[in-house]
């Protein structure tokens, strides 16, 4: 039960991490992100999407992480 928990967790912040990190792209959408478009700045303030991304990005990290070093030890 544990173990198929954090195998869903692991999915899932992994598609929230992916998907924030792609939208980050600050002249467009899944093409620039992919590509790795110029610019590494912010341009809004910190209540704009890309803030929300930035946090997003972060904690989806955190979990997958978490739940990538807690998977081995579950049965």
């Known amino acids: 039960?544990?173990?198929t928990a954090l195998i869903v967790v692991l999915?899932?912040?992994?598609?929230l991490f992916a998907g924030s990190v792609l939208l980050m792209s600050p002249k467009?959408?899944?093409g620039m992100g992919?590509?790795?478009a110029s610019g590494a700045g912010d341009y809004g303030s910190k209540k704009s999407v890309e803030w929300t991304l930035k946090k997003i990005a972060?904690?989806?990290l955190a979990?997958?992480?978490a739940c990538v070093l807690f998977l081995?030890?579950?049965?």
């Open 34 to 36: 992919i590509g790795g």
């Open 58 to 60: 972060i904690f989806s």
């Open 63 to 65: 979990a997958f992480m």
């Open 72 to 75: 081995p030890y579950t049965q």
């Open 11 to 15: 999915v899932i912040s992994g598609i």
């Open 28 to 30: 467009g959408w899944l």
């Open 1 to 3: 039960m544990e173990r």
